[in-house]
């Protein structure tokens, strides 16, 4: 028992490797096991704010409802110590949530079968548009037409104006309350 467990591994599992391994291939570049990152995610996106956890699921507790009268021995320490990882995992997410991240799970048995699909999904969300809010430049702002059609779309946040012409000046001033530099 003791060498089994010695065997299971906390990074650089094999469901980590494999789509570790994909995602470089597809040119998506990252940090593994970032202790940086709280819980420390298999990989790391940091510029996307981006955290993948690869699951277990023995060890994460992948329909535990179901499963758990699976064990046979040593059912009290199996079942505390799967219970407390679930509720780890849970406020892990939530934490890492909070901060304005996005969270993937995935579970081994996944990756394990459709290592490509498990890779698509990260490879969207990365790949994906920048997170909220967006920020805007109105460069040559003018009257501020660009800005308007953005701050009407939502979820964007204009962060810097320019113009040279002064009566134009004067106008954005009275329209948006501040001076296009």
Known sequence: ISYNMRQVKSKGSAIEKALSHELWHRGLRFKMNDSAVFG?????????????????????????ENRKHEIKSNQEFWHHKIETNMRRDALVTETVRSVSWTVLRLWGKDIKANLQQCADAVERVVRGFPQHPYRTVDLCAGIGGSRRGFERAGGYTNVLSAEIDDYACQTYRHLYGNNPK
Do not use: N, T
Request: net charge positive; with cysteine; proline share 4%.
């Open 40 to 64: 420390k995610p298999d990989l790391v996106f940091k510029r996307k704010k981006v955290a993948v956890f690869c699951d277990s699921e023995y060890f994460h507790g992948f329909d535990w």
